[in-house]
């Protein structure tokens, strides 16, 4: 992996200015799941400029059951149309077939996330040759894990769009290579900004909101298994229902944890699960873009190390359900620390219930404050702009060159 990724840095200057001489700059993003999307502001911005032209490609796992493919395509899909972006299908999820992509021929390409993975004509390599690279954390960087920073994508990047000036320096830290890391806010902070102005996902029942958003890492297999799911998920719905008159509730999981409950459990048990939050009258599921949901909520309780950062942006209360040990394995660098510290923490079904009563329905938030700072300080965006404001600066340097 480095020596492509070292190979390929001594020709980024090269791509560069070619790329810099075209009348047009063509970005492709790949899309995986729309919770993790991160591009939506910049894709606006890039429409209505004159040098770029942005181009959504669904990208669909072969490891994944197509069922599973399907779900995405469509929601992804569905999510262009309702937006007037461009995007084209490259798999058929009625024959479960992978097209070739010929005709796109993307100047910069965009990966939600930064593992070679997925439909091998999809891959980085078949981009090398012409392309630049940029990413976007699809979760704040909180783990001194090094192996989910320096990957082939994030060593040869063009660019990497960090949250924070604390993130920058986790990435500075664990990634081999000498590359571009910028700090432009994360795109969490412009969504939610034009949230607040969309329709509600929750009922309009005058209850209180809290999302439930447990990880996928049940077992010991993942470098850090920080998932509670199957000690409390039974516990969870007797939360639900004792609280069924003052709080709704809306069940928001890793988008791959079904797929690890069906590995586990088998697909009669987890679909019927599933259902039982669809069902009750006081809860809801949500699966896809969770923006929306943050904007209107008045609480979240998770497990879930992409969040610990996320979910600060709307200062609302928050608790951390911790499995063995303060601070988790998964939020375990100065990063995620001082994220980790704004939160509430429990272990306990009791631990979630003290905090649903006590924070949630009486108010008595004491790390409101802390919270706030901490926002302020590590989260809101630099040069008094929008994250794609800023994001869109760094790609302009391209026109800078030519």
């Known amino acids: 992996m480095l020596r492509k990724a070292k190979k390929y840095n001594c020709s980024k200057n090269k791509i560069i200015e070619l790329i810099s001489n075209k009348d047009k700059i063509r970005i492709l993003f790949f899309v995986y799941n729309l919770g993790m999307w991160k591009y939506e502001g910049l894709v606006r911005l890039l429409l209505s400029h004159p040098k770029f032209e942005p181009i959504i490609v669904p990208f669909a796992m072969p490891e994944n059951r197509p069922k599973f493919n399907r779900y995405n395509q469509e929601c992804i899909i569905n999510y262009c149309k309702d937006n007037n972006f461009p995007f084209k299908i490259g798999y058929d999820a009625c024959s479960n077939e992978y097209n070739d992509l010929e005709g796109i021929d993307p100047d910069i390409v965009v990966y939600t996330q930064p593992y070679n993975t997925g439909y091998e004509k999809w891959r980085i390599d078949r981009y090398l040759k012409n392309c630049l690279f940029i990413y976007t954390p699809y979760g704040l ?72 958003a447990p990880h996928h890492s049940m077992d010991s297999k993942y470098s850090f298994s920080s998932s509670n799911f199957e000690r409390i998920c039974s516990d969870m719905i007797m939360l639900a229902n004792k609280f069924q008159d003052t709080v709704e509730f809306a069940f928001k999981p890793h988008p791959i944890l079904k797929e690890r409950l069906i590995e586990k459990w088998g697909k009669e048990r987890a679909d019927s699960y599933y259902t039982l939050w669809e069902s009750m009258p006081n809860t809801m599921i949500c699966l896809g873009a969770y923006t929306e949901l943050f904007a209107f909520s008045d609480a979240m309780i998770h497990d879930c190390a992409s969040f610990v950062g996320e979910y600060l942006y709307t200062n609302k209360p928050v608790m951390y359900i911790y499995k063995d040990r303060i601070p988790p394995a998964s939020v375990d660098n100065e990063f995620g620390i001082g994220c980790f510290n704004c939160h509430y923490h429990g272990h306990s ?45 760094e790609l302009e340097e391209l026109l800078i060159a030519h």
């Open 141 to 212: 960087s909180v783990t001194n894990d090094k192996v989910l920073y320096d990957t082939y994508l994030n060593n040869i990047a063009w660019k990497i769009f960090a949250s924070s000036p604390m993130e920058k320096a986790v990435l500075q830290k664990a990634i081999t290579t000498r590359i571009n890391i910028v700090v432009t806010g994360a795109t969490l902070y412009d969504q939610l900004n034009q949230a607040y102005s969309q329709k509600s996902p929750w009922r309009n029942n005058r209850k209180k909101r809290v999302i439930w």
């Open 349 to 393: 079904t009791n631990d979630i219930e003290e905090f649903i009563t006590n924070v949630v329905l009486r108010g008595e938030d004491t790390m409101k404050d802390k919270r706030g700072e901490f926002a302020q300080t590590q989260l809101f965006p630099p040069n008094n702009l929008s994250t794609a404001e800023n994001m869109l600066n």
